[in-house]
Every structure is written in C-alpha cells, then in structure tokens.
C-alpha cells in the first residue's frame, strides 16, 4: 500500500508542477500570439489545464481514499487487500499467484485482481489450505489456496 501512495503522490508532484509552472507558461505565449479565437496553441494548453486539473482532483481523492482505509481491521493470517496469494487450480493443476488490489489498480494480465472481482471476493477472509469455488464467465473454479502473505507481512519486511 505505501507503494500505491509513493506512486499517486509522486504523480501528484508531477502534475501540479506541471499545472502550476509549464502550463502558465505556455497560454502566456499562446496569448502573445495574438486573435484567441483561432490560436491552437492556446487553445490545446487550455484544454491541458482542464486536463491536469481533473487528474489532480482524482489523485488527491484517490489518496484521501488509501488514508482512510483502516489497516488494522485487514486480518492478519487470512486473505485481505494487499494480500499476494498462491492458489492451486484444482482442476488444471496449475498454480497462480494473485494481488487483491483496489478495483482501480486492478490489472488481470499481471494477475492484479480486484477485492470486488469474482475470484477476489471468494478468497476474502480464506486461509492456506482452504479451498473456494468461484463462478466465472468459464465456468467453475476450484481454487486451493496454498501460500499467502498478507499486506502486514509485506509492511514488516519492507521496514526491516
């Protein structure tokens, strides 16, 4: 999770100078050009600004949102948000590592599964051993979960 912040706000960083340095910079010189009403250059660095402006609000909502989830109430020794879990699939025999992530940082094709996915919700609150079935577009899933590390397992080994 601090990963997620370290992103957002670094982001965050770049965009407000951004905003507040280059994209002034730019609708002066746009201005100087003269007729408004066809400058292009101005015109692109306004619709930039709108742009960037938006995107911080989302940022900023986004990290306001990671500062009020409660770190405490994620149970430690069962699967929850930030979890990297190792399930076997029962049925291929194959294993897969998955990321319960938040629905925004969700990404399928690196096994970055959201909390509110199908297969993310099944694995809530499981522990290693534990079997789920899941109902997927594919059919049914039988999942053993066989390795799992939690969120406040990551948080100790990254402060050591």
């Known amino acids: 999770m601090n990963d997620i912040r370290k992103k957002l706000k670094e982001e965050l960083a770049v965009l407000e ?12 010189i746009a201005r100087a050009h003269g007729d408004l009403s066809e400058n292009a250059e101005y ?26 989830i409660d770190f405490s109430k994620i149970p430690r ?8 879990v190792k399930v076997l699939d029962i049925k291929k025999d194959e294993e897969i590592t998955y990321n319960l992530v938040m629905s925004e ?9 959201s909390t509110s996915s199908p297969i993310g919700r099944a694995l809530l609150g499981k522990e290693v051993g534990d079997i789920v079935k899941v109902n997927i577009p594919g059919g049914l899933k039988e999942l053993e979960v066989i390795e799992l590390t939690t969120v406040h397992e990551m948080e100790a080994e990254a402060s050591e």
């Open 17 to 28: 100078y951004e905003l507040r340095n280059e994209l002034p910079k730019e609708i002066l």
């Open 105 to 113: 940082d969700a990404d399928a094709a690196n096994n970055m599964i």
């Open 43 to 68: 015109h692109a660095a306004k619709e930039r600004q709108g742009l960037v402006s938006a995107k911080l609000n989302k940022l900023k909502l986004r990290l306001a949102e990671l500062a009020m």
């Open 77 to 84: 020794g069962k699967v929850g948000l930030g979890s990297k």
